[in-house]
C-alpha cells in the first residue's frame, strides 16, 4: 500500500518563475492538505482539497493556488517566485469520515534563486 | 499569541530511558484534536499520536503515550526506552474545531538527540 508520494524531490528556479508541485494520496484518501516548512520551522497550512474543491485555506498570498483532479491527486502552483518561498512543500492526505489524521510525503525541497 | 507552543528546542536523552517531550496549546474551542509527529532528516513527517479533545483516557501507541491534561492545556509526548532510531524533530500539532476535517497549527519543533 503506497503512501503519499510527491514529485519532484527537490526543484531550483529563479525568481518571478512559476512552479507546480505534484501529490498522489494514500490509497483510499479523499482529502489532500498542502503546508510549506521554511528551514527550522513547523509547517504553515497553505490550503486543503476535498472533492476537487479548496475547503479550506491558510495565510497565504493569491500566488499560491491548487487543483484537485477526480483520482483526489493534487498539485499546488506558485507565480511569481520569491526568495522566501524557497521552503519543504509538505503534501498530506486524510481519509474520509475522519478523524482527520493526515498523513505526509517526503515532500518537495523548493530553492528559488 | 502562539497556538501551539514548545518550549525544548533540544532535549538529550541516553538510549533505553524514557524522555517527556513538551507541548502547551490555545485554544477556546471545545472540540480540537492533538496530534504529535516524528521529522527525520530526511524529512518526511511521520504520524505518532493522536487525542482528542473529549477522550477521557490518554492516547497510548507502542512506546508513545501522550499526557493529556486538559487544564493545563498540555499534550506531552512521553517516549518509552528511547531508542537510536528515535533522533529526529518532533511536532506537536492541533486541529482546532469539531469538525474531522481542517488544517493543522504545528509548533516550532523540539530536536530529540538519542546518545547509546
Known amino acids: 500500500d503506497a503512501g503519499v508520494t510527491q514529485s519532484p524531490t527537490h526543484l531550483i528556479k529563479t525568481r518571478g518563475q512559476q512552479v507546480t508541485l505534484r501529490c498522489s494520496p494514500k490509497?483510499?484518501?479523499?482529502?489532500v492538505s498542502w503546508y510549506q516548512q521554511a528551514l527550522g520551522q513547523g509547517p504553515q497550512f497553505i490550503f486543503q482539497?476535498?472533492?476537487?474543491?479548496?475547503?479550506q485555506r491558510g495565510n497565504f498570498p493569491d500566488r499560491f493556488s491548487g487543483h484537485q483532479f477526480p483520482n483526489y491527486s493534487s498539485e499546488l502552483n506558485v507565480n511569481a517566485l520569491l526568495l522566501g518561498d524557497s521552503a519543504l512543500y509538505l503534501c498530506?492526505?486524510?481519509?474520509?469520515?475522519?478523524?482527520?489524521?493526515?498523513?505526509f510525503g517526503p515532500g518537495t525541497r523548493l530553492t528559488v534563486l | 499569541a502562539q497556538k501551539i507552543t514548545q518550549t525544548q528546542p533540544g532535549m538529550f536523552v541516553q538510549e533505553k530511558e524514557a524522555v517527556t517531550l513538551d507541548c502547551t496549546y490555545d485554544?477556546?474551542?471545545?472540540?480540537?484534536?492533538l496530534f504529535w509527529y516524528k521529522q527525520p532528516s530526511s524529512g518526511e513527517m511521520i504520524f505518532l499520536i493522536y487525542?482528542?479533545?473529549?477522550?477521557?483516557q490518554n492516547a497510548t501507541e507502542g512506546r508513545y503515550s501522550l499526557n493529556f491534561q486538559k487544564a493545563r492545556k498540555s499534550a506531552n509526548l512521553v517516549i518509552s526506552a528511547s531508542q537510536l532510531g528515535d533522533s529526529a524533530m518532533y511536532f506537536c500539532?492541533?486541529?482546532?474545531?469539531?469538525?474531522?476535517?481542517?488544517?493543522?497549527?504545528f509548533g516550532q519543533g523540539t530536536i530529540l538527540t538519542v546518545h547509546p
Open positions: 500539532a492541533m486541529r482546532e474545531g469539531g469538525t474531522s476535517y481542517g488544517k493543522l497549527t
Open positions: 485554544t477556546s474551542d471545545p472540540s480540537y484534536g
Open positions: 482539497y476535498y472533492e476537487e474543491e479548496e475547503r
Open positions: 487525542q482528542g479533545s473529549y477522550d477521557q
Open positions: 490509497s483510499g484518501h479523499d482529502t
Open positions: 498530506a492526505s486524510s481519509p474520509p469520515g475522519g478523524p482527520d489524521t493526515q498523513y
